[in-house]
């Protein structure tokens, strides 16, 4: 079966950090674009940032610029998310997606794959 599994996430405390790694079960992410979304309770799922093959980033959101980064080993065929400076307010569900093709796409783009979702709280 052709998907991404996600690891990390949990529980941290408010000014923490978590780093979160996105690892495709079943083909390589060579040539993908793979981006990082957020889906808070009672609200929808929002990009946060993408990365391409040769590690250009695209933001689909400014307020976490400065906290979140991604990034890719694409010798290990994995993706990160590092997150610092964790507020209560970034507690959700944070999934990873993937697209061929290279470029980072518009954040709502069809995507062909997708993690099964981790959940972060911050919380102290």
């Known amino acids: 079966q052709l998907q991404l599994v996600q690891s990390g996430g949990g529980l941290v405390q408010p000014g923490g950090s978590m780093k979160l790694s996105c690892k495709p079960s079943?083909?390589?992410?060579?040539?993908?674009?793979v981006a990082w979304f957020r889906q808070a309770p009672g609200k929808e799922r929002v990009g946060i940032q993408c990365?391409?093959?040769?590690?250009?980033?695209?933001y689909y959101t400014e307020p976490e610029k400065v906290r979140f980064t991604v990034s890719r080993d694409n010798k290990v065929n994995t993706v990160y998310l590092l997150m610092n400076n964790l507020k209560p307010e970034d507690t959700a569900v944070y999934y990873c997606?993937?697209?061929?093709?290279?470029?980072?796409?518009?954040?709502?783009?069809?995507?062909?794959?997708w993690g099964q979702g981790t959940q972060v709280t911050v919380s102290s």
């Open positions: 997606a993937a697209v061929s093709g290279g470029n980072c796409p518009v954040e709502d783009a069809i995507w062909s794959y």
């Open positions: 079943g083909f390589t992410l060579e040539n993908s674009a």
């Open positions: 990365i391409e093959w040769a590690h250009n980033a695209r």
